[in-house]
């Protein structure tokens, strides 16, 4: 079965950077390319929130809260879709999540997410 592992969280100061890493395992580098791989995060009472994303047409996407500090990116014969996140704001604490959508079926996968926690 398709499994997301991610890693990297942890606890930063404001300015800092982390990169956040999810390892895919149960799908092909194909399989991988024909779905939508994003990052979401999500804090206490509020909805998650997509902060990063690949389309299954390699269009990426970012939501102004993070453009221009988190970068996307993904390694599809590693299987591994990373975040790299600089000039972290408190924020930006929250529970990071990654997500897979293939286009070739009706599911989507998610990781069990990792803890980011920004200090000011």
């Known amino acids: 079965q398709v499994q997301l592992v991610e890693s990297g969280g942890g606890l930063v100061q404001a300015g800092g950077s982390l990169r956040l890493s999810c390892a895919v395992s149960?799908?092909?580098?194909?399989?991988?390319?024909?779905?939508?791989l994003n990052w979401y995060r999500q804090v206490p009472t509020k909805e998650r929130e997509l902060v990063a994303g690949?389309?299954?047409?390699?269009?990426?996407y970012y939501p102004a809260s993070v453009q221009g500090r988190f970068i996307i990116s993904r390694d599809v014969n590693k299987k591994t879709v990373d975040l790299q996140m600089n000039d972290l704001k408190p924020e930006d604490t929250a529970v990071y999540y990654c997500?897979?959508?293939?286009?070739?079926?009706?599911?989507?996968?998610w990781g069990q997410g990792t803890q980011v926690t920004v200090s000011s």
């Open positions: 997500n897979v959508a293939p286009t070739y079926e009706d599911q989507t996968y």
């Open positions: 149960g799908m092909s580098g194909i399989q991988l390319r024909m779905s939508a």
């Open positions: 690949f389309t299954s047409r390699d269009d990426v």
